[in-house]
């Protein structure tokens, strides 16, 4: 790669690039048309930074930009932020400081451990038998080696793992001594966690459980769930991993799995018992049982059967709402059905009958109801005045969200997370919610409880969200800038983005 000396002189380039391509300059054109072959029209600001990347010899502009910083940095510096990318999974950034630095995983202990070096590592303990506890950068060495997400490129690093693991435990490393979750944390997050919750490396986590790891780490079970399939929940289950009093079953009900759900029940998961749902940061908020969520979270009467067959009480209210008029104002048609079948109670307020009129996309019923009944309003619960932040999420939920702002709910009110509809919307890359609350005018820059604004939600989302590849996260990210969405540099937002995002904000950051 013929890496240019600095990115503000890239950047020059492209601004006069496209600058030569307005004015029809021969040259200018011939180098968009040997890229693009036809010419943009107009040129972009991100079509001429791709170009210079890709006549550097790199494949877009964020990887050009990549290269240019990686190349900047000190060794230990870049040592730093291998150790960050290979705990991350983010191989772009791997690969590119070992092109720079082929031995950089040599350079010290933790990245011996997290690439596997065996020889090396092993080397490092024999002349120096403490490394085997000291940490490195408040990161216990089997931390390092744990959460490490090698073993995705190469199939033979599980083994070497092991051994390094065995290794470490001869040394003296506690096979249970955890890193903070964040920077100065009290909160930890164990070994375990990070082979399995965190890198999904399922050999790894097996063989620290056989060597004694605690399965009861409050994270493993519950991040296991996540997985693309059932076996870390197995294997935790299989070493008596508790699911009582932990929050792992409700989220097996967060995935429309009937048989995840049924391996939680055959291994003794309550049916009946309740998840307080309140945040201290947030609100109060009543005890969930397993069939609420279920209703709430939208899952299939299959799973509701399931629920049912193990005992769940169909009687028992949430937010003093009985679990058919939950499902009905959620719009749970099946689940309601499952729930008059087997003999639940179906009564239903005229409060209750207007939101399920509003699910069920009766717009005229729900006029016609709030005309006779006006005070019904004054039955709406919390749930349902923040219910657009989940049902934001989903592209079919457009029609609702449409009918419940004409009702008069805010679009401004937030619900999980403190988190507005419009930041829901963002994080799934649903364009068109985002667009229809942008049309609203809702406060663009409102922030949720982790600090972030809509436009830093859909540039998170776009790497990060577990749907992504169902989102349209350009073109929400070009919405949202374009109606005043403040670019913050200082929040992470050129950094957190998919090449494609990034390549916009760019863009956006350098009009030239």
Same mark, same amino acid.
């Given at each position: 790669m013929d890496t240019p000396r600095s990115l503000e002189h890239a950047r020059k380039s492209a601004k006069r690039l496209k600058k030569r391509a307005a004015a029809g300059d021969a040259d200018a054109v011939a180098r968009l048309r040997a890229e693009f072959g036809e010419l943009p029209t107009p040129a972009t600001h991100a079509d001429c930074l791709h170009v210079v990347a890709r006549e550097a010899g790199a494949p877009s502009w964020p990887r050009l930009k990549l290269a240019v910083e990686t190349a900047a940095l000190s060794r230990e510096d870049r040592a730093i932020r291998l150790a960050r990318a290979i705990a991350n999974g983010a191989?772009?950034?791997?690969? &590119?400081? =070992?092109?720079?630095?082929?031995?950089?995983?040599?350079?010290?202990?933790?990245? @011996?451990?997290?690439?596997?070096?065996?020889?090396?590592?092993?080397?490092?303990?024999?002349?120096?038998?403490?490394?085997?506890?000291r940490p490195i950068r408040d990161r216990p060495p089997l931390c390092c080696? $744990? !959460?490490?997400?090698?073993?995705?490129?190469?199939?033979?690093?599980?083994?070497? @793992?092991?051994?390094? /693991?065995?290794? =470490?435990? $001869?040394?003296?490393? +506690?096979?249970?001594?955890?890193?903070?979750? +964040?920077?100065?944390?009290?909160?930890?997050?164990?070994?375990?966690?990070?082979?399995?919750?965190?890198?999904?490396?399922?050999?790894?986590? +097996?063989?620290?459980?056989?060597?004694?790891?605690?399965?009861?780490? #409050?994270?493993?079970?519950?991040?296991?769930?996540?997985?693309?399939?059932?076996?870390?929940?197995?294997?935790? /289950?299989?070493? #008596?991993?508790?699911?009582?009093?932990?929050?792992?079953? !409700?989220?097996?009900?967060?995935?429309?799995?009937?048989?995840?759900?049924?391996?939680?029940?055959?291994?003794?998961?309550?049916? #009946?018992?309740?998840?307080?749902?309140?945040?201290?940061?947030?609100?109060?908020?009543?005890?969930?049982?397993?069939?609420?969520?279920?209703?709430?979270?939208?899952?299939?009467?299959?799973?509701?059967?399931?629920?049912?067959?193990?005992?769940?009480?169909?009687?028992?209210?949430?937010?003093?709402?009985?679990?058919?008029?939950?499902?009905?104002?959620?719009? #749970?048609?099946?689940?309601?059905?499952?729930?008059?079948?087997?003999?639940a109670a179906t009564d239903l307020s005229d409060t209750e009958r207007f939101l399920a009129m509003i699910m069920a996309g009766d717009a005229a019923g729900a006029r016609r109801l709030l005309a006779e009944r006006p005070g019904l309003r004054d039955g709406l619960t919390r749930f349902d005045l923040t219910r657009q932040t989940e049902l934001a999420a989903f592209a079919e939920s457009l029609p609702v969200l449409r009918l419940m702002a004409e009702l008069g709910f805010d679009p401004n009110r937030k619900g999980e997370s403190q988190a507005p509809p419009i930041q829901s919307a963002a994080w799934w890359g649903q364009a068109e919610i985002v667009e229809f609350y942008i049309g609203l005018g809702v406060d663009l820059e409102s922030e949720n409880m982790f600090g972030g604004t809509a436009l830093g939600t859909a540039i998170h989302?776009?790497?990060?969200?577990?749907?992504?590849?169902?989102?349209?996260?350009?073109?929400?990210?070009?919405?949202?800038?374009?109606?005043?969405? &403040?670019?913050?540099?200082?929040?992470?937002?050129?950094?957190?983005?998919?090449?494609?995002?990034?390549?916009y904000l760019e863009e956006r950051l350098e009009p030239g």
């Open positions: 191989f772009p950034v791997v690969d &590119r400081l =070992l092109e720079l630095d082929p031995d950089l995983p040599d350079a010290e202990f933790g990245l @011996q451990l997290a690439f596997a070096r065996s020889e090396a590592a092993l080397a490092t303990l024999a002349r120096d038998p403490a490394a085997a506890t080696l $744990a !959460f490490s997400h090698l073993h995705k490129r190469d199939a033979k690093a599980p083994a070497r @793992q092991i051994a390094l /693991l065995d290794a =470490l435990l $001869a040394g003296g490393a +506690e096979i249970d001594r955890g890193m903070p979750a +964040e920077p100065g944390s009290a909160d930890m997050l164990s070994p375990l966690y990070g082979a399995l919750g965190h890198a999904g490396n399922l050999a790894l986590a +097996e063989a620290l459980l056989v060597r004694g790891a605690n399965p009861n780490d #409050n994270e493993s079970l519950y991040h296991a769930t996540e997985l693309e399939t059932l076996d870390g929940v197995r294997l935790l /289950l299989a070493h #008596n991993a508790r699911i009582a009093g932990t929050n792992a079953f !409700f989220r097996m009900l967060d995935h429309d799995s009937a048989e995840g759900v049924r391996l939680f029940l055959d291994h003794g998961a309550d049916a #009946n018992e309740g998840l307080n749902t309140a945040h201290p940061h947030i609100h109060s908020a009543p005890v969930r049982m397993p069939l609420h969520h279920a209703i709430l979270r939208g899952r299939s009467a299959s799973i509701g059967a399931l629920l049912l067959d193990h005992g769940a009480d169909p009687a028992v209210p949430y937010d003093g709402r009985s679990p058919y008029a939950l499902a009905m104002v959620c719009g #749970n048609r099946e689940m309601a059905d499952l729930l008059h079948a087997r003999g989302g776009s790497m990060n969200c577990p749907g992504r590849e169902r989102g349209d996260y350009p073109r929400c990210v070009a919405s949202l800038v374009e109606a005043g969405a &403040r670019i913050l540099p200082d929040r992470g937002h050129m950094e957190m983005g998919s090449e494609e995002v990034t390549a």
